[in-house]
């Protein structure tokens, strides 16, 4: 079965950097888009960054932009993002998701497949 492994999360002071990664099984990887999702607490899930299907198109959420970077590695079958200037308020949970179109990619609705998470907290 499809799965998607987060990891990389962990407790950072602000201004730290952290990578998380997502590593993909049980898919054609590269016939997927991949997505990264956050989720705080009481609070709706929000659109990060997303990747096309060979990493040649990348989008980011505003709340991100020119902070966050978004990779893969279509030979490890894995997703990558790469967070600098972290901020208290990047706290959440990080979700990895995938897809099969490009096309309003920073929806939730659509991803077939969505990782566990991984906990990412950044102190004052």
């Known amino acids: 079965q499809v799965q998607l492994d987060e990891s990389g999360g962990g407790l950072v002071q602000a201004g730290s950097s952290l990578r998380l990664s997502c590593a993909a099984s049980?898919?054609?990887?590269?016939?997927?888009?991949m997505g990264w999702f956050r989720q705080a607490l009481v609070k709706e899930r929000e659109f990060v960054a997303v990747?096309?299907?060979?990493?040649?198109?990348?989008d980011y959420g505003d709340s991100v932009q020119g902070r966050f970077t978004i990779s893969r590695d279509n030979d490890k079958n894995t997703a990558y993002l790469q967070m600098n200037s972290l901020k208290p308020e990047d706290t959440a949970v990080y979700y990895c998701?995938?897809?099969?179109?490009?096309?309003?990619?920073?929806?939730?609705?659509?991803?077939?497949?969505w990782g566990q998470g991984t906990q990412v907290t950044v102190s004052s």
């Open positions: 990747i096309s299907r060979s990493g040649g198109s990348t």
């Open positions: 998701a995938a897809r099969t179109y490009y096309r309003d990619s920073r929806e939730a609705e659509g991803y077939d497949y």
């Open positions: 049980g898919l054609t990887f590269n016939s997927y888009v």
